[in-house]
């Protein structure tokens, strides 16, 4: 059984960095695409970032790509979302995601993703 586990969210002020982790068990994802996607209270679930490795193709949601970087960890089966220059708009559930193929296309619709986790909380104040 596939899981996927994300932790690293937490509270922080505006201006400040989070990091956080997602690890998966009950397969590997090499080659295929690890994404992290966000949820604010009433709003769509929005894409934020996909990476596939080894070799990328890396994506970033719009206007991301300056504060946040994705990054694999692969022997650990681990996909990381370095978050800097947080913003109280940055706030949301963040929800880590596995494809189960090796297509990139549609790489920003949820419905392109087998596998997710239950989120994890990222609250920014002002």
């Known amino acids: 059984q596939v899981q996927l586990v994300e932790s690293g969210g937490g509270l922080v002020q505006a ?15 090499s080659n295929k695409l690890m994404a992290w996607f966000r949820q604010a209270p009433g709003k769509e679930r929005d894409f934020v970032a996909a ?9 970033y949601g ?9 990054s694999r960890d692969n022997a650990e ?5 370095q978050m800097n220059s947080l913003k109280p708009e940055d706030t949301a559930v963040y929800y880590c995601a596995a494809r189960a193929t090796t297509f990139l296309s549609n790489y ?19």
């Open 108 to 126: 920003d619709h949820t419905t392109s993703y087998d596998f997710w986790g239950q989120g994890t909380q990222v609250t920014v104040s002002s």
């Open 62 to 70: 719009d206007s991301l790509a300056g504060r946040f970087t994705i």
């Open 77 to 81: 089966n681990t996909v990381y979302l």
């Open 51 to 59: 990476n596939r490795w080894p070799g990328g193709p890396t994506y």
């Open 15 to 29: 201006g400040g960095s989070l990091r956080l982790s997602c690890a998966a068990s009950g397969r590997t994802f």
